[in-house]
């Protein structure tokens, strides 16, 4: 009895800044800046290597990224290329708790795909309208199902810049081929604020330890590299953009 081949997925990218204590955030109202410029355009780069970038609803809601590419220069080599300026956004949601206004659906030109839990469809569909296309990922949204969808939409390469209840759903699962954590040289040291992710079962522990593929400072701040399945390769995806005339990743 042959054994089924597994459904085709894209190629998964976490990224994440976090304190030396392994918070993403504090507790204050406003967003709490973990990198620097130089890191942020490392990040604009590796955005523009994608063909979408994945966020859950509460990071939409708390920090209203537009998730575009930044640099005109990335822009541009993406169009010449065939490509849209920027990667697909895409979001996943249980409640369908989005407001129209977010800048997830009003800023740029990309493709919006918003990924609901059965039971808020239709509510999410008539909340949108046409700013986004709703599909219905199952009761509870299942990240497996999401990445084969999106791999029938063409996606190759997804960035998943979290929170971080979204990429402790992806690295439970096992879906995750390589994360970027970027560690920031402070400690925030207030347990109401998020982690980097909570408590779990991961594929990766003292008897299974993940490898690190690159350590590099950038700046006041270090990125970790790490490869989490045999997909990921030794070469950056920022250095593999900017040999082939581009780069990418930004707010």
Not at 94 to 99: E, H, N, V, W
Not at 208 to 218: C, D, G, P
Request: aromatic fraction near 6%; include cysteine.
């Amino acid at each position: 009895m042959s054994c089924r081949p597994e459904p085709p997925r894209p190629y998964v990218l976490l990224s994440c800044a976090a304190s030396i204590d392994g918070y993403i955030d504090d507790a204050s109202e406003q967003r709490l800046l973990l990198s620097n410029d130089d890191d942020l355009d490392r990040v604009d780069a590796v955005r523009a290597s994608c063909d979408a970038i994945l966020v859950g609803a509460g990071t939409v809601r708390r920090d209203d990224p537009r998730l575009l590419v930044r640099s005109p220069s990335r822009r541009a080599e993406r169009a010449a290329s065939g490509r849209p300026e920027s990667p697909t956004k895409v979001t996943l949601t249980a409640q369908g708790d989005l407001d129209p206004t977010a800048r997830f659906f009003t800023a740029g030109d990309s493709t919006r795909l918003v990924y609901c839990a059965t039971d808020a469809v239709e509510k999410t569909r008539e909340r949108l309208g046409r700013l986004a296309t709703v599909i219905d990922a199952g009761e509870p949204v299942d990240p497996g199902w999401l990445l084969t969808d999106l791999a029938a939409r063409g996606v190759q390469r997804l960035m998943v810049e979290g929170g971080g209840t979204v990429h402790a759903q992806f690295l439970a699962a096992g879906l995750a081929d390589e994360l970027h954590l970027v560690v920031a040289p402070f400690f925030v040291g207030d347990g109401r604020a998020p982690r980097f992710v909570g408590e779990g079962r991961f594929p990766w522990h003292p008897g299974r330890r993940a490898r690190l593929a690159e350590a590099r400072q950038i700046g006041d701040v270090v990125l970790l590299r790490y490869a989490l399945s045999a997909r990921c390769t030794d070469v950056p995806p920022d250095s593999a953009a900017d040999e082939a005339g581009g780069s990418t990743h930004g707010g």
